[in-house]
């Protein structure tokens, strides 16, 4: 079955362009021209991905990512025709996975499709016979579901994978390059950025002090680490 992906888009002409090419590419394609169209889309189709633009009148994309954040772990790519770093972080910041700079080649678009919906489907599988428990946290990776004591916590896709690259290696330090290489892509490896916006939006999320974690830990110029319990 194919990955249903929904394009939103106040211009008409890159609609026309991404379903083109994801219908040509074997996706499944639903479209919306305003950031209030795609929540409800999100809220009642479930696509697999969603390909946001920024700049849209009335609710942008920004605003649209962060309310289905409030409901939706689904993979988002932020479009945007501004490709500075203040920018980049914000999308981030909000909760997208990735993004994408207008003008962009359709190579480019098509593998940041294929990396995001590769990582949406690792989380979704990985771990699937067990629970993991330390502290507060519980993480049941069955149903791909997180807790802090008895309160679930909304990840996104690539914030859950993230997650689950210190679970599996607890104990150890991971180099900001590996963590990039294994949640990202190779291609990702020198984005510093992405981490670090990542990390803060975890810390956020999962610990009382985000400035004294207990769950991901900064080793100062060697990495992170989620420590043992003493």
Same mark, same amino acid.
């Given at each position: ?22 219908v +040509? ?9 305003? &950031?209030?169209?795609?929540? &409800? ?5 479930? !696509?697999?991905? %969603? ?14 990512? @962060? ?6 772990n %689904? ?28 003008? /962009? ?19 979704? +599988? ?22 802090? &004591? ?8 690539? @914030? ?16 900001? @390059?590996?963590?990039?290489?294994? %949640? ?26 985000p400035?004294?974690p207990? /769950?991901?830990?900064?080793?100062? &110029?060697?990495?992170?680490?989620? !420590?043992?319990?003493e």
């Amino acid at each position: 079955m194919s990955a249903l992906i929904l394009v939103v888009d106040d211009e008409p002409r890159y609609v026309r362009l991404m379903e083109a090419n994801l219908v +040509s590419a074997g996706y499944t394609v639903l479209t919306a021209n305003n &950031g209030q169209d795609a929540i &409800g889309i999100v809220d009642d189709q479930r !696509p697999n991905l %969603v390909l946001l633009d920024v700049m849209m009148p009335e609710l942008d994309g920004l605003q649209a990512c @962060e309310r289905i954040r409030k409901f939706s772990n %689904v993979p988002i790519i932020m479009v945007t025709a501004r490709g500075d770093e203040r920018d980049r972080v914000r999308g981030l910041d909000v909760g997208a996975d990735d993004y994408i700079v207008k003008p /962009y080649s359709v190579t480019e678009l098509l593998a940041r499709v294929r990396a995001v919906l590769r990582r949406a489907q690792f989380s979704d +599988s990985a771990y699937s016979q067990s629970v993991f428990t330390f502290g507060q946290l519980r993480v049941d990776f069955a149903r791909a579901e997180v807790f802090l &004591g008895d309160t679930e916590i909304l990840l996104s896709a690539t @914030e859950y994978r993230l997650l689950l690259q210190f679970i599996h290696h607890q104990g150890q330090i991971l180099s900001s @390059e590996a963590l990039l290489g294994n %949640v990202w892509g190779e291609a990702y490896r020198d984005d510093k950025e992405v981490l670090w916006v990542s990390i803060s939006r975890l810390r956020q999320k999962l610990e009382d002090n985000p400035k004294k974690p207990l /769950y991901i830990v900064t080793r100062q &110029g060697l990495g992170y680490t989620m !420590p043992y319990p003493e």
